[in-house]
């Protein structure tokens, strides 16, 4: 797998959020109604105060009853990573922390679903890394869902294990 490590200072998740159900397979409707709140004057205005990698709206799960259970609950964000909270938007304080990077190409939805089951279940159990129980973050690199090749990173905070 493709994979790089940064380190990251604290940072804020800017945006809307909403309690949703783990899904596996296929779209997540809920997200989907989530995502529909991002009007082309709100994706403006988060890009305006997007000044802290990783750049651009992203799709940031945190708060998971259970990672491993489909059907579980997890808080659901979408926005941008700022320096400072925004008043006008849901705000997640995300702790300085060492994040696992991959990237993820391929069809959409499956390609990016394959590369999460292949994170936790391939590169996490032989990485010398464990999970940290911080939010994971997904940043699309492309727009056109349809794409063949659709290209995608995935942030998972993690710590030697």
């Not at 604290?10 to 997200?31: A, M």
């Not at 922390?97 to 390609?111: D, E, K, L, N």
């Amino acid at each position: 797998m493709d994979c790089r490590i940064e380190e990251k200072d604290s940072f804020f998740i800017i945006g809307f959020s909403k309690r949703v159900r783990l899904q596996f397979e296929g779209e997540n409707e809920e997200i989907g109604k989530l995502a529909a709140r991002i009007t082309p004057d709100i994706a403006e205005k988060l890009k305006s105060l997007n000044d802290e990698q990783p750049y651009g709206i992203l799709n940031v799960s945190a708060n998971f009853s259970s990672r491993i259970e489909e059907g579980s609950s997890l808080d659901q964000y979408i926005g941008v990573a700022a320096s400072q909270p925004c008043p006008d938007f849901d705000c997640l304080k995300v702790p300085a922390s060492v994040w696992a990077v991959f990237t993820a190409r391929g069809a959409s939805p499956a390609a990016l679903q394959q590369a999460w089951a292949n994170i936790y279940a391939k590169w996490l159990p032989s990485s010398g890394y464990a999970l940290t129980g911080g939010p994971e973050i997904l940043r699309n690199l492309d727009s056109d869902f349809t794409a063949t090749d659709f290209a995608s990173e995935i942030w998972i905070p993690v710590q030697r294990a």
